[in-house]
């Protein structure tokens, strides 16, 4: 072995592989076109910078993670931009080429200061900076600060910073970002131009995950995407955390981000059980209700997380009873049970839903003992719905009639006698509505109601002639009411009966028929060629007789 051997140190260091950076960093706009639901805030930049008129402090507010330091870097792109070839002025669309873009978008542009006002509270701190401005830019065409969480400032370090930023040199622009814009003094507010980032909506959020998954060779379900969608709240970078665990999570199964599997991971529960759970509560069933909670408690939902859910629940049948858009994320069972329960409940008594449950939420939020909490939520809503309503109530007092006490197995009707005594036909549901009240009600049901089946408590009406959207649940709640029974009423594409005015002008055809065939009347046409029948009077069958 000859002594060169001793200084062979085999193959050169391999570079190790680039470390992996998550996805809220990897798709951070680099463009104003990538910002994503902030159209509004870009096009006022557009303008400011197509005109010459920038102003020299901009305040970016808004929720975290919709874009407001990524939008500060895009700003300071824009301003010191100098294109490809070296010669270009500020501009909304950064070539992204040229040594300044690349030098911001790299982080080591030294005319960029990026500083985080949490641990630069001082006055200090704000001291450094302003003798710093006073500097020229080194190779930029501006020095630009980039101040993020400034509510975090203290009141000495906003006084110091007052006089500079009202009148910087020339060379300096200040772009201060907050989360808390109420607590930034007004003296500073009124020294900057101020941009409000919106929440970004769920469906451009769904959509911008799918092109992210696509990207990273990943499949996902739209609902999946969805559901993250909405688990974001509005924030891009807390909807890509979460995808990114998604995705991590389908990796170890071996196959796509599917909606169960988001579900379980985010600790949401499923939307079908939320569905039983409300129609439970509807129906009065206490026992299977608390059984439903004690299930999705015992497969580690949260109680809170199933308070939200049927709280999202009611909002929906709001929604559908108003005819609202349907939420795409809704699958197509989700939209018919929504439906359904939007004719069978008025609108009171979904607000008063609405207000048991968030109170219950509220509660199971404060608890030392969530499902016991979540549990006593669940039977004051079931409970509670067997109350009448405060304005039936108030018109029981002022007529003076008794007022029936709660049923001992509650429902959202009121509670029902024991022999409840409901009309025998159509018409003679009709007749009782006309015997208190009537008013529109009435004459939609003379006029348009062609009944398809009539089961007392259950009416089925066609769609053939139209009706007012919310007839169904109006006549529901009327007749339930004056039955004291819970009605439901629903409408079908069948062509029905005729309608109540139909059979009354086909009975007066048939008796002007009748009247024109007796031998009295044919003998006075007769006389009197040109006579015509206006009305006539029918008299009782005694007085026939």
Same mark, same amino acid.
């Given at each position: 072995?000859?002594?060169?051997?001793?200084?062979?140190?085999? /193959?050169?260091?391999?570079?190790?592989?680039?470390?992996?950076?998550?996805?809220? %960093?990897?798709?951070?706009?680099?463009?104003?076109?990538?910002?994503?639901?902030?159209?509004?805030?870009?096009?006022?930049?557009?303008?400011?910078?197509?005109?010459?008129?920038?102003?020299?402090?901009?305040?970016?507010?808004?929720?975290?993670?919709?874009?407001?330091? *990524?939008?500060?870097?895009?700003?300071?792109?824009?301003?010191?931009?100098?294109?490809?070839?070296?010669?270009?002025?500020?501009?909304?669309?950064?070539?992204?080429?040229? /040594?300044?873009?690349?030098?911001?978008?790299?982080?080591?542009?030294?005319?960029?200061?990026?500083?985080?006002?949490?641990?630069?509270?001082?006055?200090?701190?704000? %001291?450094?900076?302003?003798?710093?401005?006073?500097?020229?830019?080194?190779?930029?065409?501006?020095?630009?600060?980039?101040?993020?969480?400034?509510?975090?400032? *203290?009141?000495?370090?906003?006084?110091?910073?007052?006089?500079? $930023?009202?009148?910087?040199?020339?060379?300096?622009?200040?772009?201060?970002?907050?989360?808390?814009?109420?607590?930034?003094?007004?003296?500073?507010?009124?020294?900057?131009?101020? !941009?409000?980032?919106?929440?970004?909506? #769920?469906?451009?959020?769904?959509?911008?995950?799918?092109?992210?998954?696509?990207?990273? =060779?990943?499949?996902?379900?739209?609902?999946?995407?969805?559901?993250?969608?909405?688990? #974001?709240?509005?924030?891009?970078?807390?909807? $890509?955390?979460?995808?990114?665990?998604?995705?991590?999570?389908?990796?170890?199964?071996?196959?796509?981000?599917?909606?169960?599997?988001?579900?379980?991971?985010?600790?949401? *529960?499923? %939307?079908?059980?939320?569905?039983?759970?409300?129609?439970?509560?509807?129906?009065?069933?206490?026992?299977?209700?608390?059984?439903?909670?004690?299930?999705?408690?015992?497969?580690?939902?949260?109680?809170?997380?199933?308070?939200?859910?049927?709280?999202?629940?009611?909002?929906?049948?709001?929604?559908?009873?108003?005819?609202?858009?349907?939420?795409?994320?809704?699958?197509?069972?989700?939209?018919?049970?929504?439906?359904? +329960?939007?004719?069978?409940?008025? !609108?009171?008594?979904?607000?008063?839903? +609405?207000?048991?449950?968030?109170?219950?939420?509220?509660?199971?939020?404060?608890?030392?003992?969530?499902?016991?909490?979540?549990?006593?939520?669940?039977?004051?809503?079931?409970?509670?719905?067997? $109350?009448?309503?405060?304005?039936?109530?108030? %018109?029981?007092?002022?007529?003076?009639?008794?007022?029936?006490?709660?049923?001992?197995?509650?429902?959202?009707?009121?509670?029902?006698?024991?022999?409840?005594?409901?009309?025998? *036909? !159509?018409?003679?549901?009709?007749?009782?509505? /006309?015997?208190? =009240?009537?008013?529109?009600?009435?004459?939609?049901?003379?006029?348009?109601?062609?009944?398809?089946?009539?089961?007392?408590?259950?009416?089925?009406?066609?769609?053939?002639?139209?009706?007012?959207?919310?007839?169904?649940?109006?006549?529901?709640?009327?007749?339930?009411?004056?039955?004291?029974?819970?009605?439901?009423?629903?409408?079908?594409?069948? /062509?029905?009966?005729?309608?109540?005015?139909?059979?009354?002008?086909?009975?007066?055809?048939?008796?002007?028929?009748?009247?024109?065939?007796?031998?009295?009347?044919?003998?006075?046409?007769?006389? !009197?060629?040109? #006579?015509?029948?206006?009305? +006539?009077?029918?008299?009782?069958?005694?007085?026939?007789?």
């Amino acid at each position: 072995m000859s002594d060169d051997s001793f200084l062979d140190l085999g /193959e050169p260091p391999q570079p190790k592989d680039t470390a992996y950076r998550v996805l809220a %960093r990897k798709y951070r706009p680099q463009n104003f076109d990538q910002l994503i639901g902030q159209d509004a805030m870009v096009q006022t930049l557009a303008n400011a910078i197509r005109r010459g008129r920038l102003a020299h402090a901009f305040l970016l507010t808004g929720v975290r993670g919709v874009g407001k330091t *990524s939008t500060a870097r895009l700003i300071a792109k824009a301003l010191n931009c100098i294109g490809p070839d070296g010669q270009g002025g500020p501009t909304i669309d950064p070539c992204g080429v040229c /040594e300044p873009c690349v030098s911001i978008a790299e982080g080591r542009n030294i005319d960029v200061i990026e500083m985080d006002a949490a641990s630069h509270t001082g006055v200090d701190d704000m %001291r450094a900076v302003i003798d710093a401005a006073r500097l020229a830019a080194f190779g930029a065409r501006f020095k630009i600060y980039i101040i993020d969480e400034v509510h975090m400032l *203290s009141k000495n370090a906003f006084n110091a910073l007052l006089k500079t $930023l009202e009148e910087p040199p020339e060379h300096v622009k200040f772009l201060l970002a907050t989360t808390e814009v109420q607590k930034v003094p007004v003296t500073v507010l009124s020294r900057c131009q101020r !941009f409000d980032l919106r929440r970004i909506p #769920a469906d451009k959020l769904a959509a911008h995950f799918a092109k992210v998954a696509a990207l990273e =060779g990943a499949e996902a379900e739209p609902e999946a995407l969805a559901l993250i969608a909405r688990a #974001a709240d509005g924030s891009a970078r807390d909807g $890509l955390s979460i995808l990114d665990q998604a995705i991590a999570h389908a990796g170890m199964e071996g196959g796509g981000v599917t909606a169960p599997a988001v579900r379980a991971m985010l600790g949401l *529960s499923d %939307r079908a059980a939320i569905r039983d759970l409300f129609g439970l509560l509807l129906d009065g069933d206490a026992p299977a209700a608390l059984a439903a909670l004690r299930g999705q408690y015992d497969l580690g939902v949260d109680p809170q997380a199933v308070l939200r859910g049927l709280l999202e629940t009611v909002h929906a049948v709001t929604l559908a009873k108003l005819g609202g858009e349907a939420d795409p994320s809704q699958s197509a069972d989700e939209r018919a049970a929504y439906a359904g +329960w939007a004719t069978a409940l008025s !609108f009171a008594a979904l607000h008063r839903l +609405w207000q048991l449950m968030l109170k219950g939420h509220d509660e199971v939020a404060k608890a030392t003992l969530p499902i016991e909490a979540g549990e006593m939520a669940l039977l004051r809503v079931v409970h509670a719905s067997s $109350l009448p309503d405060p304005g039936e109530l108030a %018109r029981q007092i002022a007529s003076g009639a008794p007022i029936a006490a709660p049923s001992a197995a509650p429902s959202l009707a009121p509670a029902a006698p024991a022999a409840p005594t409901l009309p025998a *036909s !159509f018409e003679a549901m009709v007749a009782l509505i /006309e015997r208190n =009240g009537g008013g529109s009600l009435l004459s939609h049901l003379n006029a348009n109601a062609r009944p398809v089946r009539y089961d007392p408590p259950e009416l089925v009406l066609s769609t053939q002639r139209p009706l007012p959207a919310d007839l169904p649940a109006q006549l529901a709640a009327r007749l339930s009411e004056l039955t004291a029974t819970r009605w439901k009423v629903t409408t079908q594409d069948a /062509e029905g009966e005729a309608t109540i005015a139909e059979r009354r002008k086909a009975a007066e055809e048939a008796d002007r028929a009748a009247i024109l065939a007796t031998p009295v009347v044919q003998a006075a046409f007769e006389a !009197f060629p040109d #006579a015509v029948l206006e009305n +006539w009077t029918k008299e009782p069958k005694e007085a026939n007789a």
